[in-house]
């Protein structure tokens, strides 16, 4: 079911907003060289309870995972595309890590990510997180009243094509609000002008995620980490967006 937010309730959502926004600021500049992934959701885990937010990951157990996600942060390093579950490893240099994070705040929730390099970046690296970031501002900007939802998928699949990056389905934004995944889905391709027509009160977490040579992932053994089916890095984008009659609030915007 699709459910409209009224302005007072897209006001309630903001400090789950800024809350998600600083846990990513934080565990970014947490990632460094030698840093292992553990550490990074125990910084997620700490900042959780210090503001008295709930954790979206840790019971999460959709049909999709293998088992009860028992983390609060997906960490996803280079071939990893999505729902990296944090584990033992070390980060290197050079190193792609997507961050990936939602919480609960006062029974609202917001949802966003963010990919970064370790250390010392190659150029190619760079340039499919730059592609990846423009694509996500390109999808808010079509988050508009009276535009569709494939508008927003046609400008993420515009992004990606101009990069020469094939474009998943089966994964992409979706709805959000009182619970992390709900109506509708927001894929990263689409036709203009086709689909869900966009009203005020929509709050979406708009996420396109690349592969530069392929669109195929497999999940990993651990039941949870879907990952690059040609080992290629991935790179990972997401805001959670308020379409209002003002235009599009990014509900996560970081500092």
């Known amino acids: 079911m699709i459910e409209l937010r009224t302005p007072a309730e897209i006001e309630q959502m903001r400090p789950a907003g800024r809350f998600v926004a600083s846990v990513l600021s934080a ?26 937010a709930e954790s979206c990951y840790i019971d999460y157990h959709p049909s999709f995972g293998g ?8 960490t996803s390093v280079n071939d990893a595309a999505l729902h990296g579950l944090p584990h033992d ?27 970064i390099v370790v250390g010392t970046p190659r150029p190619e690296d760079l340039a499919l997180i730059e592609a990846t970031e423009r694509a996500l501002a390109a999808g808010i900007q079509q988050a508009r009243v009276g535009n569709r939802m494939g508008d927003i998928s ?24 009182r619970t992390m995944h709900g109506d509708p889905h927001v894929p990263n391709d689409g036709r203009r002008g086709r689909g869900l027509k966009l009203k005020a009160g929509l709050v979406l977490a708009i996420e396109p ?11 990993d053994a651990d039941g949870w980490t879907l990952k690059s089916r040609t080992g290629t890095r991935a790179a990972h984008a997401e805001h959670t967006v308020a379409i209002t009659a003002d235009g599009p609030i990014v509900l996560t915007a970081r500092d």
């Open 27 to 52: 565990t970014s500049a947490a990632a460094d060289v030698g840093v292992n992934l553990l550490d990074l959701d125990a910084l997620a885990h700490e900042m959780i309870r210090a503001e008295g």
């Open 67 to 74: 088992s009860p996600f028992g983390k609060v942060i997906c």
């Open 89 to 115: 490893y070390r980060l290197r240099d050079g190193d792609v890590l997507s961050l990936d994070f939602a919480a609960s705040v006062d029974g609202w929730v917001c949802d966003s990510a963010v990919t």
């Open 154 to 177: 046609a400008a993420i699949g515009d992004v990606a094509e101009g990069a020469g990056y094939p474009v998943n389905l089966d994964f992409g934004g979706h709805g959000v609000g």
């Open 209 to 219: 995620w690349f592969i530069p040579d392929t669109d195929e992932i497999y999940t």
